[in-house]
């Protein structure tokens, strides 16, 4: 009795097995192309850099893409992006924000690109439509306008050179210096210093 049920079990599996084996199965190929097709997304990210176990960056951007597989593999940081570069005690000392990024991990180049607006460690603003910052050469280069507010003077012109903390630099084609004048408070009271900027 129990030999002739295992004897039907047996055939009951085969038959389905071969009734499966029957059917026709379709493999569809999907085409993606690895120029444009991120192959990691990452949303709302927050993330520290360390050195030597010391924090000393915060990155902050709404969207980062990954190209791992493309030519020249590449991030995009399409809706934007903030850095931030911190002291030993935590305090902001220079920052970078751009409309958007691109960095191109094996020529190790970021590309800037919208309203970047970078402050250094000088307390400088420099302000243009696009930066690049070569880590491999340790320098950081723009063809674009370049608007630089410094404590003194106002800086402008096309083309910039400089090293990657932003401090030594030169303009290829400046196009115009322009004085900070500091007035003195008109009478002791007065706790702030108006500024005024001479324009062209």
Not at 48 to 67: A, F
Not at 147 to 152: A, G, L, P, T, V
Not at 161 to 176: A, D, H, I, Q
Request: glycine share 4%; hydrophobic share 35%; proline share 3%.
């Amino acid at each position: 009795m129990y030999r002739l049920r295992d004897i039907l079990l047996v055939i009951l599996v085969l038959s389905i097995v071969w009734g499966c084996a029957d059917d026709k199965k379709e493999v569809v190929n999907l085409q993606t192309d690895p120029e444009t097709t991120a192959t990691v997304v990452t949303r709302n990210v927050l993330t520290l850099v360390s050195d030597s176990g010391v924090t000393q960056y915060r990155i902050t951007t709404d969207l980062w893409n990954m190209y791992q597989e493309a030519s020249e593999p590449f991030w995009s940081f399409p809706e934007g992006l903030f850095l931030e570069q911190f002291d030993s005690v935590f305090n902001v000392k220079a920052s970078i924000k751009s409309d958007s990024a691109k960095y191109y991990s094996k020529k190790q180049l970021w590309q800037l690109d919208g309203h970047v607006t970078i402050l250094n460690t000088n307390d400088e603003v420099i302000l243009t439509q696009q930066i690049f910052w070569d880590q491999r050469s340790h320098k950081v280069y723009s063809d674009s306008f370049i608007h630089i507010e410094r404590k003194d003077r106002i800086l402008e012109g096309y083309g910039f050179n400089s090293n990657e903390r932003m401090t030594v630099y030169e303009l290829s084609k400046p196009m115009g210096m322009f004085p900070v004048e500091e007035r003195k408070p008109r009478n002791e009271s007065d706790s702030l210093t108006d500024v005024s900027v001479i324009n062209k």
